[in-house]
């Protein structure tokens, strides 16, 4: 009963803070995470994503729920340390979204935006390579998770242990399918809403992207981050 308790909070204190960044991490910049690009809907930061190919970004399903019509409202930022400003702004022209996507519970989280134009790469413009199927980090594996969060200010990365599937799902219920993993468990230090989509490398390769946080890690509950690994995840991704 106290576990359910705890979990049905979460969405209470993410709607309290707001969309605050990554807590408990260090500092980084576009140096540092090339692949890392902000999205934007009329002007609006909504997310982040991550450069699969000169123009093509992965990002969660969330972030253009219900906007799938309307690609050229959204535009992606990329080689900019900044989410609002710097680099290059270039327009979406086509919103993949998985259609297995569930709102309720996070499932089929991720999506593909086609870019109107091919973007450059250079040293702070590069894609980054998927972790192959089947591949999925193991318990106690160290990955890194990347944002900007809710203010313009500092790029962050914090360094999450990966949970196992069946612990993490005696904290969420049930809740944890094959398409999903688990990263962190320690309090003040994880990812919070306005980092959703953005990239979770495990050994420089891309296992997944922020789809659920927990309140910024204040509860001491792992985040919740879409399998890249799980062959039906990874077979969508590559079919766009």
Known sequence: MKLTFLVSLIPFIQGALGSAEVIGGSPATIDNLPYLVSISQSGIY?????????DRVVTSARCVYGQESSPTSFSVRVGSSKRSSGGTAVT???IARNARFNPDTNDFDVAVLQLASSVTP?????KIDIVQPGQEPVDGTECVASGWGDLEGQLQSVI???VNRKNCNQTYVGQITDRMICAGSEAGKGTCPGDRG???TCSGELAGIISQTNGCELLGLP???????????QSWITSQ
């Open 46 to 54: 909504t997310c982040a994503g991550v450069i699969i190919g000169m």
């Open 92 to 94: 979406v022209s086509k």
């Open 122 to 126: 250079g040293p702070t413009i590069k």
């Open 160 to 162: 999450l242990p990966i």
């Open 198 to 200: 953005g990239p979770v």
């Open 223 to 233: 985040d919740v981050f879409t399998n890249f690994a799980n062959y039906n995840i």
